[in-house]
């Protein structure tokens, strides 16, 4: 496909923190935790965000996000893997992405397999890593990309993938790895999402214009802060902007990029949720003239 160069610097700033975090203003809800679409509701809900475009061949077009699975051996985590593979293969999604921590711990890789197994036909599917992915000095990128691989799927780290009308980019985990954008990008008319593990990414890489190209940027890590209280909403987010990018949907000042961070489905830390959905992420394509 040709390509066309990207003159935005890509800077990435570790610690969003002084310049990093006053970024944060640039960056509006337009969707918050209580105000999201709840198309299915049950012990995992399905979130429906609508995108408008101007491209009518996009339209009706869908795609799936799930992040934060952390499967493992225990029979409540098993359950949810057999409900989240019922549900995206119901939601016929053109297209599946993986936001990444699809796995718990290094001793639960047998999980992660029994996952990707039972959705591995659903849709083409594109993952990126996540921190317990990239945390784990001794299981390289190249090890997971070896693992999708398998199972026909695309592992995306600092890498990008063009598929017909969309590009998506998926970049290293911001804990463990280094970000970064691509140089160049697809000259031709194509939608761009940009996959992000964690929020602080997308607020590391928000220098200049650097974010303009992306149409839709995905993210999840946050859990959704995992412990909601009523009227307070999350205690808590392993983020560094804090709670701010908790969970929902954002637009970028400026431009027309939106970032959508997703509640995910697992637990990590604390063994359950309270008052706090777990979710896949269906974003459906509409006409810009609705």
């Known amino acids: 496909m040709p390509e066309k160069r990207n003159m935005a610097v890509p800077e990435f700033f570790r610690n969003p923190s002084g310049r990093g975090l006053q970024r944060l203003r640039h960056w509006t809800t337009v969707t918050d935790y209580a105000g999201a679409e709840i198309l299915r509701h049950g012990p995992i ?15 009706g077009r869908k795609l799936a996000f799930i992040s934060d699975v952390h499967p493992h051996a225990g029979k ?16 016929a999604p053109d297209y599946l992405l993986l936001g990444g921590d699809m796995i718990y711990d290094s001793c639960d890789l047998a999980a992660f397999h029994e996952l990707l197994g039972k959705i591995r036909d659903i849709a083409p599917t594109m993952a990126i890593p996540g921190n317990w992915e990239r945390g784990k000095e001794w299981l390289s990128p190249a090890f997971w990309r070896e693992c ?69 940027i995905l993210c999840g890590h946050t859990h959704g802060g995992q412990i909601r209280l009523p009227f307070l909403g999350p205690l808590y987010t392993s983020c560094r902007c804090g709670l701010r990018l908790a969970c929902g949907r954002f637009r970028r000042e400026g431009f027309d990029s939106e970032l959508i961070v997703s509640c995910g489905i697992g637990n990590r830390r604390f063994p359950g949720r309270f008052r706090c959905r777990r979710e896949i992420v269906l974003i459906e394509f509409t006409p810009a003239s609705l």
């Open 148 to 216: 999708y691989r398998k199972y026909g799927m695309h592992f995306l780290c600092n890498r990008g993938y063009a598929d017909g009308d969309f590009f998506f980019y998926g970049v290293d985990d911001f804990y463990n790895g280094y970000p970064r954008l691509p140089a160049l990008m697809p000259e031709n008319e194509t939608f761009n999402i940009l996959l992000a593990h964690n929020p602080d990414t997308v607020i590391g890489l928000d220098t200049e214009d650097a974010l303009r190209p992306y149409r839709l």
């Open 45 to 59: 809900d399905v979130v429906r965000y609508p995108i408008r475009v101007d491209l009518h061949r996009l339209t």
């Open 76 to 91: 409540a985590a098993r359950h949810r893997t057999e409900l989240v593979a019922q549900l995206l293969r119901e939601l």
